[in-house]
């Protein structure tokens, strides 16, 4: 045997046993971290599903299976208020949790939002929701947050009425068409709102509309604009474990890639979902925007404030249909903090729970069920709603990183819902309509279609 067969020989040996130790150092780092997991890590005591703690997988796999929020929810059902939800992480539905992360009290330092979420893409500067940094933000909402007063919202009421006024007509348009004559129109709100949403950003922060509404069509910008909440839950996943990111990439199922998702014309097409199903309380709207407003220009964003209906059917529709169900993400300080009770150490990845807090039947009466006389004024409340927990929920958030679009949030709802009861009979079109709760998520909910009947003012 000559001296190269015995080299190479050896050195398939050398390469055979250099891989057996790595794969067995593998095996064993795994085998380490586990039971450092499960029993000997600081967050242990916190109650959890087995596997959750185990790893961070089970919680990735759900995130981009869009069923985090759905998953997390069960879990809060059977293990409480809080819940470790990876070997790292605890989702908090406890009331508290608003005092112990989202104030400013003596000796507490801020919780940076999570990193894994919110980050701009590499080059790119940051902005309002991707920015991390507290004092950056606090600059950046130094200088825009002047346009989102409540008096900069009523300099705006022109352009929200404007746009809305269009969809109005627009809408008219399909009803009077001849096959919709005696029937009405099967209108997807879904559509509807995105395109009105995307026409008002447009006029307010370009100048310019998108004419979204005038051509009954989604522009270009809106998919990507869209679709760029959607990415950052998607790019979170692949956070976690750096150098897995293309397998992590291939397990996004392809609903993934269909138009995303924002905020205030998600909860619109939210509450219209449980106003189609409960015709009920539909009629109670009606009944209350009708009999105030008896000219259809009378209703102004400062007359709208007055109706406590309209306002109750706003703020249950908060409750039910969050778009950000995902809840409130942030991270453990330098130095560790103390949360409900328990301390968890810096790194830490929280997650304050809202849809958790909203779904319980400890803070809400029938919580599953679409009932806005729970948010009526405490001398029109039914009393079977007196011991509801109504200040558990913050659907704009809490302390500095409150959103700031809230006024011009509430300022929307309230007016597409009251002149689109004004103007039209609404009815659900389409088998049982949309389950709500079981939603895709990726940190914004994915909505589905939503059919209505819509009809002209009283030809149903």
């Known amino acids: 045997m000559g001296i190269p067969s015995l080299l190479g020989d050896n050195i398939w040996t050398q390469v055979f046993t250099i891989c057996s130790l790595s ?6 780092y795994i085998v380490y971290s586990t039971i450092s997991n499960l ?10 599903p087995f596997l959750w703690r185990a790893s961070r997988l089970p919680y990735i796999l759900s995130l981009i299976q869009g069923n985090l929020v759905i998953d997390i929810r069960k879990l809060h059902s059977h293990y409480g208020d809080i819940v470790r939800t990876a070997s790292d992480e605890v989702s908090f539905a406890h009331e508290d949790v608003w005092h112990d992360v989202f104030t400013s009290v003596g000796g ?9 979420f919110f980050k701009s893409p590499p080059g790119q500067a940051e902005n309002l929701i991707t920015t991390v940094d507290a004092d950056t933000s606090m600059c950046m909402r130094q200088v825009i947050g002047p346009a989102f007063t409540d008096r900069a919202v009523a300099k705006q009421e022109p352009v929200l009425q404007t746009y809305v006024s269009l969809m109005m007509d627009k809408m008219r348009e399909e009803i009077q068409k001849p096959e919709n004559a005696h029937v009405g129109a099967r209108m997807n709100v879904v559509d509807w709102m995105n395109w009105w949403t995307f026409d008002v950003i447009g006029m307010l922060a370009l100048g310019e509309s998108f004419d979204c509404l005038k051509e009954t069509a989604n522009h270009p910008w809106a998919v990507l604009i869209f679709n760029a909440i959607k990415v950052m839950a998607l790019a979170a996943a692949t956070q976690y474990f750096p150098g897995l990111d ?11 890639r269909k138009i995303g998702s924002e905020t205030t014309g998600t909860t619109i097409c939210g509450i219209l979902n449980c106003l189609v199903q409960n015709p009920h309380e539909l009629a109670k709207l ?24 309209l306002n109750a059917v706003v703020n249950e529709g908060l409750r ?9 993400l942030r991270i453990v300080p330098r130095g560790g903090a103390t949360v409900c009770g328990h301390f968890l150490p810096e790194g830490t990845h929280i997650a304050c729970n809202t849809i958790a807090m909203a779904l319980s039947e400890h803070n809400f009466h029938h919580c599953l069920q679409f009932l806005p006389d729970r948010y009526l004024p405490s001398h029109l409340r039914p009393s079977e709603y007196t011991n509801d927990n109504r200040n558990i929920l ?5 302390g500095s990183r409150v959103c700031l679009g809230r006024s ?15 103007n039209f009979d609404l009815q659900g079109a389409g088998g049982k309509g949309v389950n709500w709760f079981e939603l895709k998520n990726y940190i914004v909910v994915q909505k589905e279609p939503i059919w209505v009947a819509i009809r002209e003012r009283g030809k149903m």
Do not use: M
């Open 23 to 28: 794969t067995l150092i593998f095996l064993l």
């Open 39 to 48: 029993y000997l890590h600081p967050l242990s005591p916190i109650p959890d």
């Open 108 to 116: 507490h330092k801020p919780f940076p939002r999570d990193p894994v």
């Open 246 to 256: 293309s397998l992590i990439l291939k397990l996004f199922p392809a609903s993934t």
């Open 286 to 309: 009606e009944t209350e925007v009708r009999t105030i407003f008896e000219k259809e220009e009378d209703i102004t964003l400062s007359a709208l404030q007055q109706l406590p209906f």
């Open 320 to 328: 039910i249909c969050n778009p950000v169900s995902g809840g409130l």
């Open 394 to 398: 913050k659907p704009w958030g809490l």
């Open 408 to 422: 011009f949030g509430q300022a929307e709802l309230r007016l597409v819902l009251a002149r689109l009861v004004w």
